[in-house]
């Protein structure tokens, strides 16, 4: 039997280089897998922007935005929604629901499968991040989420799970922030509640032990019974005076006049020794003591109301804080298997493979002619 001349040419051409070889088979294979042996996978597509319901008008500025042109809107918030959607503890939470252990190891070829449903956690977020993508679009200022399986009823599955863990998370994360600070202005008021309670408190007790509703009207009552009481000892005064200018000292009249002029400034003197008097506990200390303490209740009483104030405004603000994703574009289900992209993908392999073999001929003959 007889080799057809092309055919015993191109042999020939093989075997005096076996990379050439090397490459042909490799690029042989290549088509083969891709083109027929490689299985179809189904992609579920949905779009997600964040949107919050704060009502507060002062938008942040953001420097990233302005450089790439693009709209600020919510990027920390949907960057964060995109790092969880890809984190860990979604994919292992999307097993639990969807098994998507099972499914990836039961389906698909041998070589684009998942090995195995005991496969560790590192290895299965790995071939998770490779089946599921969340990528952030700059220009349009959207989330875009994209998810493989081997059945259109699966990958729409995990696309409407990850939009209902999307919006669960970012709600969840926003009301655990409003939570502890309304649970911070709670605490906040009840010690000032405490607070302002102790103060009252010990003002009665003051009011209680001096006997007195308030020590300064008191210190006013003797001040203005003092000042009568002077103007009583100066008519007095007067008229002993008038009287010395005919009658003997020693005359009733005049006698009368210094009992009660003395009387008068004894009287005085007591009152006036009320009011203060050195190292005594006297009505002016008690006054200020008790003005202290009324400072103090009243300082705590205003203190006690802001914080009311705030705790209403941050119930308030705790309401408004919902991060409502919107989907735009809801998860499909797909009809036709878009992964893999057989052509595109098995061009892209053959060039690898021949740039690779042209490096290795490269190598080769610089090595023959060193040894020449």
């Excluded at 210094?258 to 004894?266: S, V």
Aim: charged share 20%.
């Amino acid at each position: 039997m007889t080799i057809a001349p092309p055919l015993e040419r191109s042999l020939q051409w093989l075997r005096r280089s076996p990379l050439r070889g090397l490459t042909a088979v490799a690029c042989v294979c290549s088509a083969v897998y891709w083109l027929g042996i490689a299985s179809d996978r189904y992609v579920s597509e949905s779009r997600l922007i964040i949107q919050s319901t704060s009502l507060s008008s002062g938008a942040s500025l953001d420097l990233g935005s302005l450089i790439s042109g693009t709209s600020g809107g919510n990027r920390a918030d949907q960057l964060l929604l995109r790092e969880h959607l890809r984190s860990p503890d979604m994919a292992e939470q999307l097993d639990a629901k969807l098994g998507l252990r099972t499914h990836y190891s039961a389906e698909g070829d041998w070589l684009s499968r998942l090995w195995g449903t005991d496969a560790s956690r590192e290895d299965f977020h790995a071939y998770y991040l490779r089946r599921v993508q969340v990528e952030y679009d700059e220009f349009a200022g959207v989330l875009v989420l994209k998810a493989q399986a081997y059945g259109p009823e699966v990958a729409q599955q995990i696309s409407q799970a990850l939009v209902q863990e999307g919006e669960r998370f970012m709600n969840r994360m926003a009301h655990a922030i409003a939570q502890d600070q309304v649970t911070f202005l709670e605490g906040q008021v009840q010690a000032l509640n405490t607070k302002v309670q102790s103060t009252r408190q010990a003002l009665l007790s003051f009011q209680e032990k001096k006997g007195l509703i308030s020590p300064e009207a008191a210190a006013q009552a003797i001040g203005t019974i003092v000042a009568n009481l002077q103007g009583q000892l100066a008519d007095l005064q007067a008229q002993r005076g008038a009287l010395q200018a005919y009658l003997v000292k020693d005359h009733p009249n005049i006698v009368l006049l210094d009992q009660r002029i003395t009387a008068l400034e004894k009287q005085m003197q007591q009152e006036q020794a009320k009011l203060a008097a050195p190292g005594g506990k006297t009505l002016n200390r008690t006054a200020e003591a008790f003005a202290q303490l009324e400072l103090q209740s009243q300082f705590a009483l205003d203190m006690y109301k802001t914080a009311l104030t705030a705790l209403e405004q941050g119930r308030l603000e705790a309401t408004r804080t919902l991060k409502k994703v919107s989907v735009l574009q809801q998860p499909n289900l797909p009809q036709e298997a878009t992964e893999p992209r057989r052509l595109y993908t098995t061009s892209v392999w053959i060039i690898v493979i021949l740039l690779l073999a042209g490096v290795a001929h490269l190598l080769m003959a610089i090595v023959r002619d060193h040894r020449d």
